[in-house]
Nanobody, 124 residues
């Protein structure tokens, strides 16, 4: 399995921006479709975005479409999530995830490797 470590979570004001990073190790990074999920206390972990192995294809949850941008740099074994126009509803622990499937469904069950999460809090 690939090991994943997220970073970049922080406290940010509404309307602000934040960039999360996910660094991978242990297995060839470009063999995995990568994704971001988020979870608030007491609720299920939900899909945010995913990116293909090459980075050429992306897919977003409706709630973040147009505000968030997922990207990856395979040469650096790193994936990013640029988050703009943040609001309180975006507050959550954000997890990066990896899937060996060619194009997994936007579901936690289709991703097999997970990071430990990074906290994003949007508040004034």
């Amino acid at each position: 399995q690939v090991q994943l470590v997220e970073s970049g979570g922080d406290l940010v004001q509404p309307g602000g921006s934040l960039r999360l990073s996910c660094e991978a190790s242990g297995r060839p990074f470009n063999s995995y479709v990568m994704g971001w999920f988020r979870q608030v206390p007491g609720k299920e972990r939900t899909f945010v975005a995913r990116i293909s192995r090459s980075g050429g294809n992306t897919y977003y949850a409706d709630s973040v479409k147009g505000r968030f941008t997922i990207s990856r740099v395979n040469a650096e074994n790193t994936m990013y999530l640029q988050m703009d126009s943040l609001n309180a509803e975006d507050s959550a622990v954000y997890y990066c995830a990896a899937s060996p499937r060619s194009w997994p469904e936007a579901s936690v069950t289709t991703f097999s490797s997970w990071g430990q999460g990074t906290q994003v809090t949007v508040s004034s």
